[in-house]
């Protein structure tokens, strides 16, 4: 089983890639945003408390996200691996998410980080905002404080997973085709 997390800021491409690696290895694609826009489009409970941060442009808190991407989980039992897309956030999360996978007899085989200028992920969310109608793609000012939290509460995760030996950097500022081939390539070595 190959489970995998997809990582990097907003905006770096990783739910494009997710896609990608999800038809090459069949894998399961779990989007935190996804599932929290599920949430809230349905108006679950778990979902109302995550829009009220996630209009804020603030990251929605572990409980929450944590009860969502179980339920995930659950709902594919017989999958081959799953591909977390925007998840975990934080180190907690990442504990989390490690005894979880245990708990389930499954271990996270690698973290594949996507790395990609900050001003350039700027640009691809105000583009991408004009069409997903998406409030927090839509103000500079909510990007940037995505990427202040990102870089307060995530970054850590890089130690975390470096220390575990499960860290891997791809430049994500490519071509779709060359970061899919980067990331094929080290999925393969799993």
Same mark, same amino acid.
């Given at each position: ?14 739910? %494009?890639?997710? #896609? @990608? ?8 694609? *779990?989007? %935190?945003? +996804?599932?929290?826009? =599920? ?25 929450? %996200? *944590? ?14 691996? @799953?591909?977390? !897309? ?11 998410? +490690?005894? @979880? ?9 690698? %973290?594949?980080?996507?790395?990609? !200028? ?22 500079? #000012? ?16 890089? +130690? ?6 499960? =860290?891997?950097?791809? !430049? ?19």
């Amino acid at each position: 089983m190959k489970n995998i997390i997809l990582f990097g800021k907003p905006g770096a491409g990783k739910g %494009t890639q997710a #896609e @990608f690696l999800k038809e090459a290895f069949g894998l399961v694609h *779990i989007s %935190t945003g +996804d599932v929290f826009r =599920f949430n809230i489009k349905n108006q679950t409970p778990l979902g109302a408390m995550a829009k009220g941060y996630m209009d804020k442009g603030d990251l929605v808190p572990d409980a929450v %996200t *944590i009860q969502m991407l179980e339920s995930e989980v659950d709902k594919h039992s017989n999958a081959p691996g @799953f591909i977390f !897309d925007g998840f975990p956030r934080t180190t907690a999360q990442a504990a989390a998410l +490690d005894a @979880f996978l245990e708990k389930k007899g499954m271990q996270l085989a690698a %973290t594949l980080a996507l790395d990609v !200028d900050e001003n350039v992920l700027v640009q691809r969310l105000l583009e991408r905002g004009k069409g997903s109608g998406r409030a927090d793609d839509q103000d500079e #000012e909510k990007i940037r404080n995505r990427f202040a939290e990102y870089n307060q509460k995530t970054a850590p995760l890089i +130690d975390y997973y470096k220390k575990q030996g499960k =860290f891997h950097s791809i !430049d994500g500022a490519g071509t779709i085709e060359s970061i899919a081939m980067q990331l094929s390539n080290l999925v393969e070595q799993l």
